[in-house]
């Protein structure tokens, strides 16, 4: 099972980016989907995720501004950040928890995605 990241790049503030994360392989069930957000020299931290059966959570600095998505059909997790500000900046990690067999539950992480928003 592996998750591949798309979206990143270099916006300036008050654009916007729409990351992806699709998990491919061997897959029973999605339990969650997530984003976490790393800044140079910082902790990794939640930004937002998605519970099977529950509603979004999002970090409080990144609410009305952030949408957290899933498409069920194509295992895929998706990030439309508006509003976005410098202070966003960080390496972006997708983060998949999945039933991969009928006894194994495994935490995914993906490769990260630059998000670089200048001022």
């Known amino acids: 099972v592996q998750l591949v990241e798309s979206g990143g790049g270099l916006v300036q503030a008050g654009g916007s980016l729409r990351l992806s994360c699709e998990a491919s392989?061997?897959?029973?069930?999605?339990?969650?989907m997530g984003w976490y957000r790393q800044a140079p020299g910082k902790q990794r931290d939640l930004v937002a995720s998605?519970?099977?059966?529950?509603?979004?959570n999002y970090l409080d600095s990144v609410k009305d501004r952030f949408t957290i998505s899933r498409d069920d059909a194509k295992n895929t997790v998706y990030l439309q950040m508006n509003s976005l500000r410098p202070e966003d900046t960080g390496v972006y990690y997708c983060?998949?928890?999945?039933?991969?067999?009928?006894?194994?539950?495994?935490?995914?992480w993906g490769q990260g995605t630059q998000v670089t928003v200048s001022s």
């Open positions: 983060n998949v928890l999945a039933d991969t067999t009928w006894f194994a539950r495994s935490d995914l």
């Open positions: 392989g061997s897959i029973l069930r999605i339990v969650s």
């Open positions: 998605i519970t099977s059966g529950s509603g979004p």
